[in-house]
């Protein structure tokens, strides 16, 4: 799902000159020049799936991340220290 705009999206961030714009428009704010403001709904709905897939079919429920637009989350099994 959202594979063409999946790939848009990452034809416009490997240029690195909109890296701040695009962060900050995942987060919620508004989309850069160039952007389609679906294209959040979009990407998020190919992420949804991927971390049912963690979730579920891999059976890694800890790794899933907190009710954010981006990023993961778990606690790691062993010290730094």
């Known amino acids: 799902m ?3 705009t999946w790939k848009e999206l990452r034809k416009l961030a490997a240029t690195g000159a ?3 714009e695009l962060s900050n428009w995942m ?3 508004d ?3 160039g952007v389609d403001e ?3 709904d979009e ?3 190919r992420t949804a799936e991927f971390w049912h897939w963690v979730r579920e079919d891999l059976g890694r ?3 899933d991340r907190p009710p954010v637009r981006t990023g993961a989350w ?3 099994p062993w010290s730094m220290g």
């Open 2 to 4: 959202a594979e063409d």
């Open 18 to 20: 909109h890296a701040a």
């Open 27 to 29: 987060a919620g704010l």
């Open 31 to 33: 989309a850069p020049y």
């Open 38 to 40: 679906t294209w959040r």
């Open 43 to 45: 990407i998020g709905q």
């Open 61 to 63: 429920a800890a790794l």
């Open 74 to 76: 778990a606690t790691a």
